[in-house]
């Protein structure tokens, strides 16, 4: 498919046939969200459950504008070099090597050969901000530390890295940013008033029907159906981890690939494993009774 330019999406409504396009069902509110984003150049931070389209909802925007999707990965102790850049210290230490073996005597110049753009490794931010068009994921930033937080707001403030040996890199154009937390912890007040905000719901009993049979056209419209509610259900209950989107998706992948064409007791104890991810909540169902979880199909 053809990429669209950032500017030339005018509204929300066009945003979600783009985005539908790709096979991503947006609601009016999350579209609003991300088109305001899109045209105030803000970083869109949204929050809610594990497997509700946060991520996906990124890699989609990456498709539609036809940008490479830089992801950073968060997770607790992560900081500004492992976001940022590093110095590739073997090809530096191979480098002053070699310098020595042709008997260099220049140390200046051989230490400003050290600190070179060539022995500079990129990480995600760094990259995203050298990158243009691109769409750069801060994902689960919830799991990172505080003072990576503080970090982060310097750097989606200004779209700026300053690098000591190599100076000032500013971003040409910036990229869209899309935060993601699944609010395992609260995130400061700070980060989040430099961004749009939006909390994503599970979807409908419909709109989950939907993007099931707009993402696997090969399920039957009963079988999609059966999954939706069978997974509505199961929120419900008091799991450690409820089913997001997408486990549905990863259920119904699942029967198709087995061949079948409807949600039934024993295929659904076969195919457990695809939906629910704790032995405990398995156990939790199976006590329950598949036969109540599929009432109603």
Not at 18 to 46: I, K, S, T, V
Not at 261 to 281: F, Q, S
Request: overall charge negative.
């Amino acid at each position: 498919m053809a990429a669209t330019r950032a500017d030339d999406i005018n509204s929300p409504r066009r945003l979600i046939e783009l985005l539908a396009r790709h096979a991503y069902l947006a609601d009016e509110g999350l579209a609003a969200a991300a088109y305001l984003a899109l045209r105030m150049r803000r970083p869109l931070f949204l929050e809610g459950e594990a497997g509700v389209g946060k991520t996906a909802l990124a890699r989609t925007l990456a498709e539609v504008l036809g940008a490479p999707l830089i992801r950073l990965q968060c997770y607790e102790g992560l900081d500004a070099a492992q976001a940022l850049y590093d110095w590739d210290f073997p090809r530096q230490l191979l480098h002053l090597r070699a310098a020595e073996a042709a008997g260099t005597t220049d140390v200046a110049r051989l230490e400003s050969e050290l600190y070179d753009r060539r022995f500079l490794l990129a990480r995600p931010l760094l990259q995203a901000l050298e990158t243009t068009p691109s769409v750069l994921l801060v994902d689960e930033v919830d799991r990172a530390d505080d003072e990576f937080e503080a970090f982060l707001l310097e750097v989606l403030s200004d779209f700026t890295i300053s690098i000591p040996e190599l100076g000032t890199i500013h971003a040409e154009e910036p990229p869209v940013v899309v935060v993601t937390s699944n609010r395992t912890r609260e995130v400061h007040d700070a980060l989040k008033r430099r961004c749009l905000y939006h909390w994503l719901e599970h979807p409908s009993f419909d709109r989950e029907v939907a993007i099931i049979r707009r993402r696997l056209p090969d399920a039957t419209e009963r079988l999609a159906r059966q999954v939706a509610r069978a997974a509505q259900r199961l929120r419900g209950e008091d799991l450690l981890k409820p089913p997001g989107v997408a486990e549905s998706l990863d259920w119904t992948e699942a029967l198709v690939t087995l061949g079948l064409r409807d949600l039934e007791p024993d295929t659904a104890a076969m195919t457990l494993g695809a939906v629910l991810k704790y032995r405990e909540d398995q156990e939790h169902v199976v006590r329950r009774g598949l036969d109540a979880l599929l009432d109603g199909h």
